[in-house]
């Protein structure tokens, strides 16, 4: 009975383990959702347009260059801040609101 017990216990402290460390995301993988999936070094987690106040929303890994244009179609972050384009917005880490620029009063 002792023995099951801490097989039981051994079990346990492994799962959380395992669970507790996020694992990184492939290109082209799901990232972000409950599990927090991570995207390799280069790359950031891309989430659906407009879904700001989402909890655990799940995204894609899609690469970033190392340096962004100037310019380019303007996008607003749901943390209210205009990026100069999509590079900008996922380099910062934030999901997009929406397409253009945030206007007066706009948080996501």
Do not use: F
Request: glycine share 14%; proline share 6%; charged share 15%.
């Amino acid at each position: 009975m002792r023995m099951k017990a801490i097989l039981y216990l051994a079990l346990c402290l492994s799962l959380t383990v395992a669970l507790v460390q996020p694992v990184p995301a492939q290109t082209g993988a799901t990232c972000g959702g409950i599990g927090a999936l991570k995207c390799p070094e280069g790359q950031a987690c891309q989430y659906p347009s407009g879904q700001c106040n989402q909890p655990d929303l799940a995204g894609t890994c899609v690469t970033v260059q190392e340096t962004c244009p100037k310019q380019g179609p303007k996008v607003c972050g749901c943390n209210g801040t205009t990026y100069d384009n999509e590079c900008e917005l996922l380099k910062a880490g934030t999901r997009q609101a929406k397409k253009g620029a945030c206007g007066n009063g706009h948080k996501g």
